[in-house]
């Protein structure tokens, strides 16, 4: 069974998957590098998607530090994505190091990406508290309702063979077999 947090971190691991590709195949678009296709976008989604699964893993209690990982994961899949745009795709700025422009822009991003994310599992938290508030109020009772399985009696009962003829024993009457 899972608990708000563990939804609220497998959320976290997804919104960092999904927008780390995102935003890195945007910014390779942008940059004059073309969207990534076939192989290049499936390295590109299965590293951003192994980053944010790794990441969905922690949990950081103060907003501080919740951020700063937030930022360190970004980070790491956005830069694992550059270097499988690189290696596997045309790349617009040729080298394989990331020029100043382009490092500064990828900071900026995870910044920005880590505060988005930060308030999306802020309010999905405060959503589901509410929720579950308003469930107890409106259903009622907190005890779930326990259900009594019926019984069925099966009436065993010798029935005359008279009654049931054609369903009777096949043996022939005892008075008959001994002479």
Do not use: D
């Amino acid at each position: 069974m899972s608990t708000p947090s563990s939804r609220v971190r497998r959320l976290r691991g997804a919104l960092i998957g999904g927008c780390s590709a995102l935003v890195t195949a945007a910014a390779h678009a942008a940059a004059g590098g073309g969207l990534p296709g076939g192989g290049t976008l499936m390295v590109l989604t299965i590293g951003s998607v192994t980053v944010g699964a790794i990441a969905s893993r922690f949990t950081v209690e103060n907003r501080r530090g919740q951020l700063g990982a937030l930022v360190a994961a970004l980070g790491v899949a956005q830069a694992f994505g550059h270097l499988a745009l690189a290696l596997t795709g045309e790349h617009a700025h040729g080298p394989l190091l990331p020029s100043l422009p382009m490092l500064l822009l990828h900071t900026a991003a995870a910044v920005g990406l880590a505060v988005l994310i930060a308030a999306v599992e802020h309010l999905y938290s405060v959503c589901e508290s509410v929720l579950c508030w308003l469930r107890l109020i409106l259903v009622g009772g907190s005890t779930p309702l326990v259900r009594i399985p019926r019984r069925r009696a099966k009436n065993v009962v010798a029935q005359s063979v008279l009654v049931y003829c054609g369903r009777g024993m096949r043996a022939p009457p005892g008075v008959a077999s001994i002479g």
